[in-house]
Each structure stands twice: as C-alpha cells, then as structure tokens.
C-alpha cells in the first residue's frame, strides 16, 4: 500500500532550486530511507514512452542503474524533486492514477507477500499501514474507524496525510497512493473489491470523470482530509492465499527492514543535527564521529547504508543556511561564508555557486 520545492531552473532545464528557504527542518525530509519503489515504476513509463530518465537525476547524485535496485535509498527531498520532474517531463492528466494503476501485490516485495499471506484482508490492511515505510511511502498512513447512526453499518477508512506540504506534487501522491491501494485490494480478494466513497482536500481536477471510473464510488473533492472509505465488512474476508508459515516468515523479514530503516534514518539525523549545530567550525567525518562516539570508518559505513555521503549532507546543509541568511539580507557575503565555514568569501562563492548554479549576490536579489 504504498502511498507515500522547486523550480526550473533558467540556466538549465534539468536543474532544480535549492528548496531551503522554505524547506522543513524534519530530519525526515532529507534522511535517505525511502525505497525508490515508485520512482521504478515512474521510470519504467518513461523507458516504455522513450522518455529520457537522467534529466530527472540531475543534481541529486542519483543513477539511471540505482532507481532499479532495491537495496537503494532516497530522501523525501530527492523523491519531491524527481517527482516534479516527471510531472513537468509527462504533463498528462491523471498520471498520479495511471502510475498507480501499475503496481500490484508484487510490487511491494516483502510486503506485498506478507499482507498475501495474511489470514484476512484486516490483517493484510494492517500489515500495510505497519510496514508503508519500507515500500517507498511518501504520504503517512492510517486506519480509522467511522461510526454510523444506523445498526450494524460499519466503515473503515485509509487516511493520508501529506508528509510535508508540498501543492505541487499533493494530487499525484494522493493518486498514486489511492489508486495502488485499489490495485492492491483486488489483487488480494478480488475484482468485486468496491470502496463507499474516496474524499480528497483538493478540488475537483479536470480529470474528476477518470476518479469515478477507477473507484466506482462516490468521488467528494473539496474534502477536510484525503481518505478512501470502505465498508468494515471487506476486513473480515478470509484470504485464499492465507498461508501461516509464509506470513510469518515475510513479516519477520519486514520487521527486520522497518527496524534498519530506522536505524539508518537515526544516524543520518544524528549527522545533520551536529552539522547545523558547527556548520561554522567546518567539522570533518572525523569530527562528527567522534561526537557519536564512532571510528570514521564505522560512520561512513552507516552512511553508505543509508545511501548518503557525508560531503553531499555537509554541502545540503551549508546550502540551506546559505540561502536562509541571504534571504535575511543582515550579513555580508563574507559573513556569510564564515557561518557556513569559510574564512575566505571567494571560495565560499565558488563553493555556492557549484551548489546553487548562481552567484551568492544573484540569490540574494532573486530572493528579494
């Protein structure tokens, strides 16, 4: 059930604006945990279209070869940005739908076989909602329980809420993840498989007709939250591919998964953290594993894990209070510099410049 700030650059199409005048503070949005699972899927359509993936890529130290192995991560803020590309790069109405209308159990690996094996679909939902971490979610998801004025009606709905407010990519996510969930549910009890109604924030997209004929239930835009609403009976079907032994050998192994994505996204919190707090000192590998306690080598080991490099996190974060305190307009350029590390403001420009694309003083105009 998988779910689940920039702009075009003018000096080159492919680039992206740094987002950190308005980017989060949550360690989430830049730690490297997230699946590339429908990032594969998004690439397959391109491929099957002739529609070149690397543009998508650029700046994010991410390969064509990577986004098809499921051994690598993403942060939430590399998978924004390449989904932004992909809308800009196949502007098409309901694409988040087509996109989700893809996948199937198989898609989500581990997952997909574990909530398979499941005794019932209630348990197959939960297995979900648990595990929607290690299939590449990029929305939080759910469950919640509805009461009904009427005798022995019960409805259940999927939740999602946006992780970080992002527009530009909200009617997407929310298509994808609603679609697939659809696709996943007929997958494990059958193409009857039929929701009471699907309640989106947004407002009615031209494409509102293409929702009515995937769901087959009452459409509301508008909404107070995005949910899918079922009715409660679907949790207590038995499923045909209920198999004990599978279950709890595939829920063991996602477990073990959710357990090292949370390890991995604890020590790239715990480099960023130190990073923001002497981004001035200009601390080294050395310096930072030695605040937790680390050899370099077994740090730089945790990091490869997570699919970061410590150069590519210090450089991010230099970024980001770069353009805060240009943004600001208090200090000087070279103040500037000496605040994110350099005593010497002409290689903090080429410094910012290699991040950016553009000179310290342009940002700052662009910015005002």
């Known amino acids: 059930m998988t779910p689940t700030r920039s702009t075009s650059s003018k000096r080159n199409p492919g680039a992206t604006k740094p987002a950190s005048r308005h980017a989060p503070t949550?360690?989430?949005?830049?730690?490297a945990v997230i699946p590339?699972?429908?990032?594969?899927?998004?690439?397959?359509?391109?491929?099957?279209e002739r529609v070149a993936v690397e543009p998508w890529l650029a700046g994010l130290g991410i390969t064509r070869a990577q986004i098809d192995d499921a051994a690598v991560r993403v942060s939430y803020r590399q998978a924004s940005i390449i989904i932004k590309r992909v809308l800009r790069a196949i502007p098409r109405s309901g694409f988040g739908l087509e996109v989700g209308a893809h996948q199937s159990s198989g898609t989500f690996g581990i997952m997909g076989l574990a909530m398979m094996t499941a005794r019932t679909f209630g348990e197959a939902v939960a297995?979900?909602?648990?595990?929607a971490d290690i299939t590449g979610a990029l929305m939080d998801v759910e469950m919640e329980h509805i009461e009904l004025n009427q005798p022995n009606a019960r409805e259940v709905a999927l939740v999602?809420?946006?992780?970080?407010?992002?527009?530009?990519?909200l009617v997407f996510l929310c298509e994808e993840l609603f679609a697939s969930t659809l696709q996943l549910a007929r997958s494990l009890v059958g193409p009857t498989f039929k929701p009471v109604r699907l309640e989106l924030t947004y407002p009615a997209p031209a494409h509102a007709a293409d929702y009515r004929k995937m769901f087959d239930c009452e459409i509301r835009f508008g909404a107070s939250r995005n949910r899918l609403v079922v009715g409660a009976q679907w949790l207590d079907l038995r499923l045909p591919t209920h198999h004990p032994v599978s279950a709890q050998q595939a829920l063991a192994i996602c477990r073990e998964q959710a357990a090292q994505i949370k390890r991995q996204s604890e020590i790239v919190a715990s480099v960023e953290r130190i990073l923001r707090r002497r981004l001035a000192e200009h601390p080294t590998l050395g310096d930072v594993a030695s605040s937790l306690n680390l050899s370099e080598r077994t740090l730089r080991r945790h990091l490869a894990a997570a699919g970061r490099v410590y150069r590519d996190i210090h450089d991010q974060l230099r970024t980001e209070r770069a353009l805060e305190?240009?943004?600001?307009?208090?200090?000087?350029?070279?103040?500037?510099?000496?605040e994110v590390g350099y005593s010497d403001a002409r290689e903090f420009r080429r410094a910012f410049k290699r991040?950016?694309?553009a000179a310290p003083t342009a940002m700052r105009h662009g910015a005002g």
């Open 26 to 31: 949550d360690p989430r949005y830049t730690a």
């Open 36 to 48: 590339t699972t429908i990032l594969a899927v998004l690439a397959q359509i391109a491929d099957t």
């Open 127 to 131: 297995i979900g909602i648990e595990h």
């Open 160 to 169: 999602a809420r946006p992780r970080f407010p992002d527009e530009d990519i």
């Open 325 to 338: 305190l240009l943004s600001a307009g208090a200090l000087s350029i070279a103040d500037i510099g000496s």
């Open 355 to 357: 991040w950016t694309g």
